[in-house]
């Protein structure tokens, strides 16, 4: 079956500009996760979905972002009045469902570059 | 909080040579451990995970890691370097205890020289 797939794959922006990353997760999948992938920063964990409910949005670096996901299935994170640190790779994951153990498949990212 | 090190942003081997991937990890609670490898503008894929059991765990492509206690590491080995093997790997380090996310660390970027 097909595995998460991200749009765009690129995305080039300016700044203050607000933007939306689309992640559509493997059919099934309960949970899902965005990360962002800076450069030599390795991957820092946004906010993660069990169904259609974010119980912890803490990692979201500040209220310009945002994450829904609607019908149990895609997802989609915003970023507001976007700046030039936000400029990184975001990859979305999912798994069967939210467990510690649990395998995440990775979608390939979207490139966000922000002039 | 869990977190994880990598010890060395970039390893070079020659093709054929031992790889050997060093991660250690700091967690108040027993580990969840994970291997992801990542080929160029593609998402990660999982090796290989040490959840419970067995220390030794055998991954994917000939790929194995031996979790430590006592190091508190959890070290990716390959006997045999192989050319597709140029990628870069992540170790990640999550716990069984309540919703915590997985924790990264920052990779490593492996080159296989022919």
């Known amino acids: 079956g097909a595995g998460v797939s991200q749009s765009p794959s690129n995305k080039v922006t300016e700044k203050g500009k607000d933007v939306e990353l689309r992640c559509d997760p493997i059919?099934?999948?309960?949970?899902l996760y965005w990360y962002r992938q800076s450069l030599g920063q390795g991957l820092e964990f946004l906010i993660y979905?069990?169904?259609?409910?974010?119980?912890?949005k803490s990692g979201l670096p500040s209220d310009r972002f945002s994450a829904e996901r609607t019908g149990g299935s895609v997802s989609t994170l915003t970023i507001q009045r976007t700046q030039q640190e936000d400029s990184a790779v975001y990859l979305c994951?999912?798994?069967?469902?939210?467990?510690?153990?649990?395998?995440?498949?990775f979608g390939p990212g979207t490139r966000l570059t922000v002039l | 909080a869990q977190s994880v090190t990598q010890l060395g942003s970039h390893v070079s081997v020659s093709e054929g040579a031992l790889v050997l991937l060093r991660c250690n990890y700091s967690?108040?609670?027993?580990?969840?451990l994970f291997w992801y490898v990542q080929y160029p503008n593609q998402g990660l894929q999982l090796l290989l995970k040490?959840?419970?059991?067995?220390?030794l765990v055998k991954g994917i492509n000939g790929f194995e890691a031996e979790f430590k206690k006592s190091e508190t590491s959890f070290h990716l080995t390959k006997p045999s370097a192989h050319m597709s093997d140029a990628a870069e790997y992540f170790c990640?380090?999550?716990?069984?205890?309540?919703?915590?996310?997985?924790?990264f660390g920052k990779g490593t970027r492996l080159s296989v020289i022919a």
């Open positions: 994951a999912s798994s069967l469902e939210w467990s510690s153990y649990n395998e995440q498949f």
């Open positions: 990640a380090v999550t716990t069984n205890s309540g919703n915590t996310p997985l924790v």
């Open positions: 059919s099934g999948h309960t949970a």
């Open positions: 040490y959840t419970t059991g067995a220390t």
């Open positions: 979905f069990q169904g259609n409910s974010a119980p912890d």
């Open positions: 967690s108040s609670v027993p580990p969840y």
